[in-house]
């Protein structure tokens, strides 16, 4: 059995694109089921910022599947996501997703592969980009080729020092029940603890981005002003899965004027690492 990877696909807009209507009535659902406290995302006038991965979702793995053995996808989680906002979604938006293989990188213990995301409106106008780095666990590709994601690594030198914010919130027990429907992810590991645990969890785990849109209201209640128009960027690696009903602590450290790096624990455990968040004026 081949599993070489397709290099002719590296770099070519996948044929087929999404399209996804946003209404106010899924953006506060979106709010209710990561426990989001912004009053504009609870009325849905605007989007949480990790909504943005949901109009995309459907543009998400099709050109995944025109480089990576079909063999290998039962071997994928989500490495990191690196979203660049031009601006907030909103209700009424009529977006167009296209996504990209931009390039892959073999590793002892898995490979990673660079997914490359454009979001549009149907008029044109870019809404936001995003990164989202898929790792192959256990599958060494045995090279580098192409591009990959930007760097958002936090510098040992900044996380030794004290954090000029800390957000605690709570992962409620049904969390995965009520984010799976809320972002359109029905992924059984998150919902059925009989599978998850024959995929060799210790049980249910939340969904990642559902973690990260945690994180992402911390950063915006903490030093955000509830601003959602302000958040520029937002990238996280995702370090170790989460069970629901769990403790996040959110530590943020100021890196410039308008930049800031993160890290997301539970307990003693990093859960999101190279956290990195930048605002306009």
Not at 134 to 149: E, N, P, Q, T, V
Request: hydrophobic share 40%.
């Amino acid at each position: 059995m081949s599993l070489d990877f397709n290099d002719a696909a590296l770099g070519r807009w996948a044929e087929e694109e999404s399209r996804f209507e946003v209404t106010r009535e899924r953006i506060t659902a979106y709010a209710l089921a990561t426990n989001d406290p912004i009053p504009a995302h609870l009325s849905g006038d605007l989007a949480p910022p990790v909504f943005a991965i949901v109009p995309v979702f459907e543009a998400l793995m099709t050109p995944v599947l025109d480089v990576v053995p079909v063999e290998l996808f039962g071997r994928v989680v989500h490495g990191e996501q690196d979203f660049f906002f031009h601006r907030p979604v909103r209700p009424g938006d009529a977006l167009v997703s296209r996504g990209k293989v931009t390039g892959y990188e073999g590793l002892p213990n898995g490979t990673r592969v660079t997914v490359y995301l454009q979001c549009r409106t149907e008029a044109g106008e870019l809404v936001n980009e995003q990164y989202v780095t898929c790792f192959l666990r256990g599958h060494d590709a045995g090279k580098k080729i192409g591009d990959l994601s930007p760097g958002h690594a936090l510098a040992p030198d900044v996380r030794a020092g004290t954090p000029i914010a800390k957000a605690t919130q709570h992962l409620d027990a049904d969390q995965t029940f009520r984010y799976g429907p809320a972002a359109g992810d029905p992924m059984p590991i998150h919902l059925d603890e009989e599978v998850a645990l024959d995929a060799g969890l210790p049980g249910i785990i939340a969904h990642g981005l559902c973690t990260m849109a945690f994180t992402s209201w911390a950063l915006l209640t903490e030093i955000g002003g509830n601003d959602t128009a302000r958040l520029k960027r937002l990238a996280v690696r995702f370090a170790r899965t989460v069970r629901p009903d769990s403790d996040l602590r959110t530590s943020i450290w100021q890196t410039g004027t308008h930049t800031y790096a993160f890290e997301t624990a539970v307990g003693d455990e990093v859960v999101i690492k190279d956290g990195l968040a930048e605002f306009r004026d």
